[in-house]
């Protein structure tokens, strides 16, 4: 693994806790609406459905064929399902394609400040998204547009403070700063569907603008790492190719295509997570007949398990020979998992499926610790924000597919199997060509250690003979 000479002493403490702290709170705040978007999804299909038929209805005759909330509406043709799901969609491609602008903007104006903003702008997109909102257009505009900025002043930035701070602990602290993107969630899901059924859209409105508010309120804490440089606190000690402009990321990965490969391998596997947050619930109402209450309690299920496992995994990622290896295991455990999704054909099998789905998914905690291992603690952010730049052009288009599956078939079952396919399927080659690289390593290591006992070797015999001929 790649990691600084000469760590700094206020790495892996002091600050650098408290900075832990601050981005495990921001991301906590984040994820509590962003990975829940199936609850608000599910109750804008019925806003959005009761709104049009109110607006067509012309008789009463059609004023029967209203939605109640809670109920699958598979059979009323209005593409709605597929429709919405891009109000999400468009979010996080937003929030990844930003990324390079994100990545310029913490070097300038410094995390903090990046943080504070995109709490406050993402805040206010989701709470009008529910408050406002009549049309999936203007979900698209205020949760999708408004959102999608703020969100990529948020998810990346945090993320990608854990490398500048940790270098001992860096595997625990990827694991931890990871786990509060499923804290928030197993959260965040119940306590919105509980709103949602008390307070309607209002209730909601409040919850993600007090989430905002949270966020902002903790990057305050956020301080410059002392991997940056003396002279300017907002730019990190790599090469100066690799630090300026907007485009930094792709020159830092240009640096090291190792990493170009694993990004893309990752954005299968966030592509079947994006899947089942937000169609899982309406998959358990429509096909198990379950109440919208007890189908967002499998939600929790999996970001419990989820979160659980990031930290466990961050304890057990250092003490193996390279990460890539848990990373990948894991990986093929949980495509194999859902490409078995026809066989969950009650809630309880469901109910399973959701906890070993979560505890398999926690891979994506190793995630800054990974990056780190390929490209070294400098140039880590750099990896971040070009892994959400990658996965969320690519991923967010799964939702969507799911959703026009859905409006075609009338069942999410075969999204899971062919995408569950393909996650098992990169995960093996991502795993075979990391075995061929190890081996390369081994043998230039091996090389190296013998070319040094030769060094050492031929020294001892010129100081042998100087001895000997004195």
């Known amino acids: ?75 009323d043709g209005d593409n709605l399902s597929g429709i919405t799901a891009w109000i999400g969609s468009i979010c996080i491609v937003l929030l990844s394609a930003l990324s390079p602008v994100s990545d310029y903007l ?32 203007q979900g698209v505009l205020l949760y999708g547009v408004l959102g999608g900025v703020g969100g990529a002043g948020i998810y990346a930035p945090a993320l990608s403070l854990i490398p500048l701070h940790f270098d001992k602990h860096l595997s625990l602290a990827s694991g931890i700063a990871m786990s509060a993107c499923f804290l928030g969630p197993a959260a965040g899901s119940p306590i919105s569907q509980a709103v949602v059924d008390r307070f309607d859209s209002g209730g909601l409105a409040v919850l993600y603008g007090l989430m905002g508010l949270l966020s902002f309120g903790t990057a305050i804490l956020i301080r410059p790492s002392s991997r940056y440089k003396k002279g300017d ?80 995994t961050g304890l057990v990622g250092r003490q193996v020979k390279s990460p890539i290896y848990l990373q990948m295991s894991l990986m093929i455990i949980n495509g194999a998992l859902a490409a078995f999704f026809p066989l969950y054909n009650s809630y309880a099998l469901l109910a399973v499926f959701s906890v070993l789905f979560g505890l398999s998914a926690s891979l994506v905690g190793l995630m800054p610790f990974v990056i780190s291992f390929i490209m070294g603690a400098r140039l880590a952010p750099h990896g971040v924000f070009l892994m959400t730049f990658v996965t969320g052009i690519l991923a967010p288009l799964g939702p969507p ?42 043998r230039k290591e091996k090389e190296r250690q013998e070319e040094t006992i030769n060094e050492t070797a031929v020294r001892d ?10």
């Open 1 to 75: 693994m790649r990691r600084l000479t000469s760590p700094s002493s206020s790495i892996d403490r002091g600050w650098s806790i408290v900075t832990l702290l601050a981005a495990f709170t921001s991301l906590f705040a984040f994820f509590f609406t962003f990975y829940s978007f199936g609850v608000l999804y599910n109750h804008l299909i019925v806003v959005y459905r009761q709104i049009d038929h109110n607006q067509t209805a012309t008789s009463a005759a059609n004023s029967s064929s209203l939605v109640e909330p809670g109920l699958c509406s598979f059979d």
């Open 461 to 470: 015999s010129i100081v042998n003979i100087r001895e000997t001929s004195l």
């Open 233 to 312: 606190r907002r730019a990190t000690e790599a090469k100066p190719e690799a630090t300026n402009g907007v485009l930094a990321m792709f020159t830092s990965a240009k640096e090291h295509p190792r990493v170009i490969v694993w990004v893309f391998v990752m954005a299968c596997e966030y592509t079947l997570i994006y899947i089942t947050l937000v169609h899982m619930i309406r998959h358990a109402e429509c096909a198990l007949k379950s109440d919208t209450t007890t189908s967002s309690l499998l939600l929790t299920y999996l970001n419990l398990s989820t979160a659980l496992g990031s930290v466990i």
């Open 401 to 442: 597919l799911a959703g026009w599956m859905y409006d075609l078939f009338g069942n999410y079952q075969y999204s899971f199997v062919v995408t569950g396919l393909i996650v098992v399927l990169t995960a093996t080659a991502e795993m075979g060509l990391e075995v061929i690289l190890q081996k390369n390593r081994n």
């Open 106 to 137: 913490c070097r300038r104006l410094g995390y903090r400040i990046v943080i504070m903003i995109g709490s406050l702008l993402y805040g206010l997109g989701t709470s009008l998204t529910a408050a406002v909102t009549t049309s999936p257009w």
